[in-house]
């Protein structure tokens, strides 16, 4: 009885292997453990990377990045990803896409912060404030979960899921409710990542490569997410997108300390989890402003920009595949209806709030 399990478990170990595995366990060798689990994952964002950016150069109006997120949510929805990957695809996410968002600052001066001027400042925080207490406003309408509530609407209006994890630590939630959280978010920034460039292209809204970007930045909801967006309608647009979200993100620090008063003073509720969780703040965000300020003093060349950008634009890619790696939409669909119209609110409210002040604005 014991043999026959024995062989059971080991056909079985046999089917979780892939070639991937069996080649990145050659690498894992002379690593540390805590390195060794993160190859697979690894090898398979740059696989992904890889053929997008080869993809991606031959059609006109898809970035290499847009591919990238393409590949990986047909992967993770078409087929079963080993548990072998997920270390790899975490870390792609988290610490891959933060060192790739630092790098991007060596695209950008301060004369071009400068040139957005107050009307961009607006731009950036007038939309997330409008979609914050719009949609708990909203959520408290639909009776929804506070901490759930909380969740989306700071993910939707302010930097995705590293602000939903940095809410979720303070207010202590439960796991669920992150997860329902950050999976909305996923979902529905996708779908703004893919439409805006068809409908920008398109030209029915007349808005030009700076107010685009503009758009994208002050209205989509990862960071990854603008960048693949905004860069779709060229670089002046990508780059003025970036800056805009990056100021977006910025606002999570005052934030996360707004909340973390509230929460002391018993204004928020505890989300339930009994855990204590600690804040991270966007620590990368400091990688960028060194990289802007490097640039803005002429200490990279021309060459060094080149090289830059090009490791740059491989490590997006790898994080965007990643992300599309992680993007179930099967998980919407065991929700319920409450949070799944909560996150459709938000993304219609941020949106529309964004473009109607740039017509405003502008």
């Known amino acids: 009885m014991k043999e026959n399990q024995s062989e059971k478990s080991s056909e079985i170990d046999q089917e979780d292997r892939t070639i ?7 690498f894992s060798f002379f690593l540390p453990p805590e390195a060794a689990v993160k190859i697979p994952g690894l090898m398979l964002t740059m696989c992904i990377a890889a053929i997008a950016l080869y993809t991606g150069a031959q059609l006109a109006y898809v970035t290499p990045l847009i591919v990238a997120m393409g590949i990986g949510i047909l992967l993770r ?19 891959v896409l933060r060192f790739a968002v630092a790098l991007l600052g060596a695209r950008i001066t301060f004369a071009q912060i400068g040139g957005l001027g107050w009307e961009g400042i607006v731009l950036a925080t007038g939309p997330l404030l409008i979609t914050l207490f719009m949609t708990i406003w909203f959520g408290r309408l639909l009776k929804c979960d506070h901490s759930q509530t909380l969740l989306i609407a700071t ?8 602000a939903i994890m940095t809410a979720g630590a303070v207010t202590q939630a439960k796991e669920d409710n992150v997860v329902v959280a950050i999976s909305s978010i996923t979902v529905f920034g996708t779908i703004l990542m893919l439409l805006y460039p068809a409908v920008h292209n398109m030209g029915f809204l007349h808005l030009t490569a700076k107010e685009y970007g503009v758009w994208s930045g002050s209205s989509i909801h990862e960071v ?6 905004a860069f779709g309608g060229g670089e002046e647009s990508g780059e003025i997108g970036t800056i805009i979200k990056l100021t977006r993100v910025a606002c999570l620090v ?5 909340i973390s008063f509230m929460s002391a003073k018993g204004m928020i509720k505890p ?21 802007v300020i490097l640039n803005s003093n002429d200490f990279f060349t021309v060459k060094a920009i080149a090289s830059i950008e090009t490791v740059d634009m491989f490590l ?8 599309g790696l992680e993007t179930d939409f099967k998980r919407l669909l065991h929700i319920g209806y409450k949070p799944l119209v909560l996150s459709i609110f938000a993304t219609c409210t941020i949106s529309t709030t964004s473009l109607c002040l740039i017509y405003l604005l502008y």
Not at 275 to 287: D, H, I, M, S, T
Not at 316 to 323: E, K, R
């Open 155 to 162: 993910g939707t209006s302010i930097c995705g899921a590293s």
């Open 20 to 26: 991937l595995v069996e080649f990145a366990e050659k």
């Open 271 to 291: 989300g339930g989890s009994e855990e204590k969780g600690e804040v991270k703040f966007p620590l990368f965000l400091f990688g960028f402003l060194g990289m």
């Open 316 to 323: 997006l890619t790898m994080a965007m595949g990643a992300m």
């Open 224 to 229: 990854a997410q603008v960048i693949a967006a």
């Open 77 to 95: 929805n078409a087929f079963i990803l080993l548990p072998a990957y997920k270390a790899g695809i975490t870390y792609s996410i988290r610490t």
């Open 254 to 258: 005052p934030f996360a300390f707004a």
